[in-house]
């Protein structure tokens, strides 16, 4: 699957605003910078967690026919935790994102590397710029690492493996195909992907298969939130 993306349309004010912070220009005037902070406001509360107009936007996002069902619960439950509302509650967001952020829980294929024999997998997104991991990452894009633990080496033709993600600071969405990007070559299987994510708070959920080079393992979806400068 080509990975591809899609844009909300935004007010040319709060675009111009979001430029203005990222380059560190001081052209703004009082009154169009507190607009623009009127506008994120509509999109994160002041600990930085998805307002309700941005859950919306998730759950829009999660309805569309591209999106496979289990994904579109895991975007669902994942933006509830983030916002505060499933069953768990969200914390607050920090105010800078770490090198890497993982994935919030392990998934496991059953069976994956023989009779009785589970993989646990995890994932980690890393925002740019980035040289590593393979094929890193400009600045306001986002690497993806899914590494299948206990396999052999990956298969050199994937496909199955995908990222959905959304960035809620402006409403971008996208679905990004982890390929085999000759990571870990002795194993284990170990796929990646990069995304023109865009900077702010970045929602992903990952799902799919993995082609080992002698089994194709099917893992749950894994979800994770982090910020791209």
């Known amino acids: 699957m080509p990975a591809f993306t899609t844009a909300f349309p935004r007010r040319r004010c709060c675009a111009a605003a979001t430029a203005a912070a990222l380059l560190g220009l001081s052209t703004l005037t009082s009154e ?16 930085g967690r998805p307002t309700d107009l941005t859950v919306s936007k998730v759950h829009e ?21 983030f916002a505060g509302t499933g069953e768990i509650g969200g914390p607050p967001l920090p105010d800078t994102a770490p ?21 646990t997998a995890s994932a980690i997104a890393v925002p740019g710029p980035a040289k590593i991991p393979a094929p890193g990452a400009a600045a306001g894009q986002t690497v993806f690492l899914f590494t299948a633990l206990g396999t052999p080496p990956a298969a ?3 496909g199955l493996m995908n ?12 679905v990004t195909p982890l390929n085999n990007n000759q990571i870990n070559t002795a194993g284990p299987a170990t796929l990646s992907g990069t995304a023109d994510t865009g900077s702010g708070q970045i929602l992903a959920v990952v799902d799919g298969s993995v082609r080992t080079a002698d089994n194709v393992c099917s893992f749950a979806p894994t979800a994770t939130s982090f910020h791209v400068r």
Do not use: K
Not at 163 to 174: K, L
């Open 32 to 47: 169009t910078a507190a607009h623009a902070v009127d506008l994120s406001s509509q999109y994160v509360d002041e600990l």
């Open 61 to 81: 996002f999660a309805d569309q026919p591209f999106v496979p069902p289990r994904v579109a619960d895991a975007l669902r439950t994942a933006v509830g935790f």
């Open 99 to 119: 090198g890497f952020t993982q994935f919030i829980w392990p998934t496991v294929s059953s069976n994956c590397i023989g009779p009785g024999l589970h993989s």
């Open 156 to 158: 050199q033709e994937q």
């Open 163 to 174: 990222v959905y993600w959304v960035n809620v600071s402006n409403f971008r969405t996208g």
